[in-house]
Every structure is written in structure tokens, then in C-alpha cells.
């Protein structure tokens, strides 16, 4: 493995410790990155541990049993051991220790505690479409050792892959099981020491851990509980919270709202800590509470219930803020008679008598407001993630998705979200590229150079004519006093901006597409420019179904939502008028000896020239735009160039 690799790993993982511990013995590597970094050799093996374990016991029993040896304690904890001897590799996570993930590449083996470190040494970032799938469909995940990267698998609590030799063997051992233990010790057990924050989650389960977290085998302590508000959203969780909360206050708890709203949710910095996608927003509300309280609580009680990804959430929060998260109802049985019982026993001798009978006539009350709610207040980000997917096949199941949850139809939210926050994930995978800057010549005349010129995006109210202006002359300014004085130049302005600044746009979720619609979009030939259900509905309410299935796009002038774009565009109106006022502006913006040049300027739609001022000729216009040069940057400037001279060739 080369030296690079290891340095991209070590870099990677900085976040886990400022200082890293390393050993070597021929081509095996072991690196440590933790607040007291420590690799430990026995008897020609070195491991490195990842939780509370007796190094030397592990050891001594991998030397006389094997892999089963590596099974001891109580405690969980995450190793890997490398036995330069048999030329082996051991991974490892007794119990639900901390993730370990590793990745089998030309070079080598590289294994990691976090799947982005495997990533940042090389490993290809290509997502596994089944697993994707399969998440989408169901909401899995982490619960076998394939990962959402293709080129890395996760060892699973419980199991042991040993490698040796170019051969993979997995072991699962002895997991332990939560049932039939009792939910006050396994609470206590969670809840630990030290200051101590609960996230207060869903009815009697987060009212019973809230009880056992003020009453402590010391008595009563200090106890800070963070809940989640959406406002303007429907959801009982401020009621909930008052009528258990509030007579909890006076027993020493302290109440924390923490407000969060549906359209700013934080999605890129969940992805970017995370590294892979979560399936629910409780999940969200998890990393989001645990990023808050980071420098306020040692320990965060959660209340979620289940998910194999739950580790993997409290994992990354640790090494990123330095605040342990629990989820205690993981060990416990889900449901039943049995733990609703002793829920409610918690509850009743830890609470207060009104919170108590709230909190056991509320049992199963969830505190999150509907999530379809939230994924329509979610809409802009929503509708630009899901009209534009990356996840090869999605575009038709994303676009009925979105249909459905515009129109109020029956959709499965849950997979709508995880539909979406897939998306999100794959772009941080492969951020979009900017666009490139440059020149281009005509393919039909060797009279003209026209220049592209980027701008900011152009919204409703814009004072369009001013900012057109202000582009031209910054691009004249660059390319210097020779570019206008070869004769006479104009200036292209693609008709999109034009209707977006006179608010002529209809976003996808005010539009409800009809039968004849889906059915155009589904059936017309391309040039018809019907690439979506929405703009196919658009275009056929302004010129009717047949002339929008069979002429070009110019027929109805309908621009369907661009990538990253939420909006169906209609034409511009007037835009021989917008041409005029451009003009005008121009006329204050440029040097004098500029503007006494300019020759005129051509507002370009879809299906060609759609208005023109001054001393520009329709014809001559379109030939300057046939190859649609406006289709990334909205503004073109059209120079002449000097003539060729007799017997030169003209340079391409």
C-alpha cells in the first residue's frame, strides 16, 4: 500500500484525534487517530482498539482460539488486529462496537473506521444501486455489510473477517439480545454520568427515559431536555411537551425548544458528518440536537427505537462534537404488554402525577409533524433534486412521486424523502462542475466572433436592461478598445431571463398535468420539447394538444425546468420592447465610442429569434444563434471580424 494512502487516511480521520499512532511491520499498517492514540503489540500481533477492552486478553485469546478469542467483556468495541505471521488481517466489533468498515483494492486492504476515510485514500466513490434501491424501497440500511459505496463493505456487530491469503472469512459471533431485560436497567445503564441531556422523543417510551434520567441511584439530578418544534407545521409535540415538561421543571429538569424549519432543513452538513444517507427525519433530528448541545451535555439520550444505522449516527456525533449519543429502546423488544408495563411503571414513580397520567394516555403519540408537511414546505429543494436525478432509472418514479405529492394523491412519503436525500448524498458525490468561460466562433460565417458571458441568476423584478448592460460593458472592458472597432457588433439575450424577470414562470408544484399531458410527454416526438409532464401541461394549455405534440417547441415557446430549475418558462412578452430598452441602457453604460458601433440586439427564444431592435436583421440574428449559444450563458456579444486581406487565409 503506498505511503500516500495511508497519509489520505490518517488526514481523513484527523476529526478522531489530533495526533496518530502508527506501526508497520512489511506491508501491514496500522494507524490510530483518537484523543490518546495507542496501537498494542502481544506476542507478535498489534492491535488497535476502538472502545473498553483488556488488550493483552484479546490478544492471548486470538492466539489460543483464534477468532472466537476476540469475543470478551462486557463492554462493546470495535479492533482490528494484524498477524504479520499468518499474513492476516482481523476486523472485529464485539456487541454494537463502534463501525469499522474496510475496502479490497489492487494495492491492498484498507480498513477504517469511517467510510469517507476509505474514499479520501482512493477507493472509487461509486455508489451500490442495490443497496440504494433496496433503501429507497424499504428504508434499510446498514444492516448487512454491503454499504451505499459499491467498493466498501462493513463489518457487522458481532462478526469478525479475518483475511489471509487473498481469502475473506466472516464469522458472526454471539450478539447480545435486549430481550427480556428489564427497561430501568438497561435506561440506568445508558444514561451513565456526568451531564446528562435528553432528546425527548416519541410518548411513554421518551416520557419513561426522561423519569429515569432525573432519578439516578444518587437521587435526583440536573437534566437539560432538548425538543424539536416545526412552526407553522401541524404537529401536538409543543402541547406534549408543556403537559409533560412542565411539571417536570420543577423537579430540576431544564426545557430546551429547539425551532427548526421544514425548508432549511441541513441535509448537506447530516451528509457531510454522516457519509451516507439516514432514512427518516427522526434521524436527522438526532445528528441536528446532538450538534446543538455539543459543549452543554457529555451524554444525549435519544429515544429513537431501532434502525442498524443508529450506530453509525452516534459514531460520527462523537468524533464530531464530542457528544456521546445513546439509544437505549434499541435494546429493549419494540412492542408488547410486558414493556408498555414497565414504561409505565418508570413513569409513574419518577414523574409527576400530571405529567405521569399525560405521558401513559399518550403512549404511542408521536412528536413530528406529518412528514408530508414537511416535504411540501421542502418543495423548491425538493422539486430540483427529484426533476434532475442522478440515480440512474429515477427519473420516472421520481417525476410520479412528485406529481402525486403536488396533487395531494396517495404517495409513500418516507420513500419520497429517502428518494430525495439519496439525491443530495450523490451530489456530494460528484459536485456539478461550473461552467466554463470561453469564446466560441460561428460554424456558418467566418464574419463574426461571438463571446458567452456569464451572469448571476436573474429573478422576478429584476431591472433587466441595467443588469444586461453592465454584463456587455464588463466583457467590452476585457477584451479591450479593438473588439468593437472592427465594425459593427451586437448583443444576443437568451428569452429565458426575460421571462423569469417579467415573473412569466409557473413552478412544477402549480401545476397539475393531466391525462393528455402525461400521455404527450410520454408519446410526442422530441423536437416537440415536451420532456416533462409539466411543461407537456403548460404547452397544452396554451396552444392545445395537437399543436403541442406535433410542431416544434417554438409552437408554444414552453421551456421545461432547466437542471437545478423548479419552473416551467412561458415566453417573453414583448420582447422587441425588451430589446429597445436594452439598448437604451446600453447607451448610458458604454463609452461613447462603443455605443457608436453597436449595431442592435436580439432577444433568442426556443424555437429562434423572437425580437430584435436596431440595426440588426431578424435573418441575419438567427444565423448568429443557430447552434443555440445561449443555452448555459444568457448573453451573448457578437463581434465583427477585421477582413481578410487579400491572399491570407482567415485563422480558425
Known amino acids: 500500500m503506498p505511503e500516500s494512502a495511508l497519509h489520505a487516511l490518517s488526514t481523513a480521520l484527523a476529526r478522531r484525534g489530533a495526533e496518530p499512532a502508527t506501526w508497520r511491520a512489511g506491508a501491514t499498517r496500522l494507524l490510530v487517530r483518537a484523543s490518546m492514540p495507542a496501537v498494542h503489540e502481544h506476542g507478535g500481533l498489534a492491535l488497535a482498539v476502538d472502545g473498553i477492552a483488556e488488550v493483552s486478553a484479546l490478544a492471548a485469546g486470538y492466539a489460543s482460539r483464534g477468532a472466537p478469542g476476540l469475543v470478551a467483556g462486557a463492554e462493546p468495541y470495535a479492533l482490528i488486529l494484524a498477524d504479520p505471521a499468518r499474513g492476516a488481517l482481523v476486523l472485529a466489533r464485539h456487541g454494537d462496537g463502534p463501525p469499522l468498515y474496510y475496502a479490497e483494492t489492487a494495492g491492498g486492504i484498507l480498513a477504517a473506521s469511517e467510510p469517507g476515510a476509505l474514499l479520501a485514500a482512493g477507493v472509487p466513490a461509486e455508489p451500490d444501486e442495490g443497496v440504494v434501491g433496496r433503501f429507497i424501497a424499504t428504508g434499510a440500511c446498514d444492516d448487512t455489510a454491503a454499504t451505499f459505496y459499491a467498493g466498501i463493505r462493513r463489518v457487522l456487530p458481532g462478526e469478525v473477517v479475518e483475511i489471509a491469503g487473498g481469502t475473506r472469512t466472516r464469522k458472526p459471533m454471539a450478539v447480545r439480545d435486549g430481550a427480556g431485560r428489564f427497561a430501568r436497567s438497561v435506561l440506568d445503564a445508558a444514561i451513565g454520568r456526568g451531564r446528562i441531556g435528553v432528546r425527548f422523543g416519541h410518548g411513554l417510551a421518551g416520557a419513561a427515559t426522561i423519569g429515569a434520567a432525573l432519578t439516578g441511584p444518587e437521587g435526583r439530578r440536573a437534566l437539560t431536555v432538548y425538543s424539536a418544534t416545526f412552526p407553522g407545521l401541524t404537529t401536538a409535540a409543543a402541547d406534549f411537551a408543556a403537559a409533560v415538561l412542565g411539571p417536570v421543571a420543577t423537579t430540576g429538569a431544564r426545557h430546551r425548544a429547539q425551532p427548526h424549519f421544514a425548508d432549511e432543513l441541513d441535509l448537506d452538513g447530516l451528509l457531510a458528518d454522516l457519509g451516507e444517507p439516514v432514512p427518516d427525519l427522526d434521524s436527522y433530528l438526532t445528528w441536528a440536537t446532538a450538534r446543538a448541545t455539543a459543549g452543554e451535555v457529555d451524554t444525549l439520550i435519544d429515544t429513537s427505537g431501532g434502525g442498524a444505522h443508529l450506530a453509525r449516527v452516534a459514531d460520527r456525533l462523537e468524533s464530531r462534537y464530542g457528544v456521546t449519543v445513546r439509544f437505549p429502546l434499541r435494546a429493549l423488544p419494540s412492542t408488547g404488554p410486558v414493556l408498555r408495563a414497565e414504561l409505565a411503571a418508570i413513569v409513574e414513580g419518577t414523574l409527576p402525577l400530571p405529567a405521569a397520567k399525560f405521558a401513559t394516555a399518550h403512549a404511542t403519540h408521536s412528536l413530528l409533524p406529518p412528514l408530508r408537511e414537511v416535504l411540501v414546505r421542502m418543495r423548491g429543494e425538493l422539486a430540483a433534486a427529484l426533476l434532475h436525478p442522478r440515480l440512474p432509472g429515477a427519473r420516472r418514479p421520481s417525476w410520479e412521486a412528485l406529481a402525486g405529492l403536488f396533487a395531494g394523491g396517495q404517495v409513500d412519503s418516507g420513500a419520497v424523502f429517502r428518494r430525495y436525500i439519496v439525491e443530495r448524498w450523490l451530489r456530494t458525490l460528484a459536485p456539478p462542475a461550473p461552467p466554463a468561460r470561453r469564446p466560441h466562433r460561428t460554424a456558418k460565417s467566418a464574419q463574426w466572433t461571438r463571446v458567452s458571458v456569464s451572469t448571476e441568476v436573474f429573478a422576478a423584478g429584476d431591472k433587466l436592461p441595467e443588469k444586461v448592460a453592465w454584463y456587455v460593458s464588463e466583457c467590452l472592458a476585457g477584451l479591450g478598445r479593438k473588439a468593437y472597432r472592427r465594425g459593427r457588433w451586437h448583443v444576443l439575450l437568451a428569452a429565458h431571463p426575460v421571462a423569469v424577470v417579467q415573473g412569466r414562470t409557473r413552478p412544477v408544484w402549480e401545476i397539475r398535468p393531466g391525462a393528455v399531458a402525461r400521455a404527450l410527454h410520454r408519446w410526442a416526438r422530441p423536437t416537440a420539447g415536451l420532456h416533462d409532464p409539466w411543461t407537456a401541461q403548460v404547452a397544452v394549455e396554451r396552444v392545445g394538444a395537437l399543436r403541442a405534440a406535433v410542431g416544434p417547441a417554438a409552437v408554444h415557446g414552453v421551456r421545461g425546468p432547466r437542471a437545478g430549475g423548479v419552473a416551467v418558462v412561458l415566453p417573453p412578452e414583448e420582447p422587441a420592447r425588451v430589446a429597445t430598452e436594452v439598448l437604451a441602457a446600453l ?47 444568457p448573453i451573448a456579444v457578437v463581434l465583427s471580424n477585421p477582413p481578410v486581406r487579400k491572399g491570407e487565409r482567415r485563422r480558425r
Do not use: Q
Not at 453604460?589 to 453597436?598: D, I, Q, S, V
Not at 438567427?622 to 443555440?628: L, Q, R, Y
Open 587 to 633: 447607451r448610458t453604460a458604454l463609452p461613447e465610442e462603443a455605443y457608436a458601433t453597436l449595431g442592435g440586439c436580439a432577444v433568442v427564444g426556443a424555437g429562434g429569434v423572437v425580437g430584435v431592435a436596431g440595426e440588426l436583421d431578424a435573418a441575419v440574428a438567427a444565423e448568429m444563434c443557430a447552434d443555440d449559444p445561449l443555452a448555459t450563458d
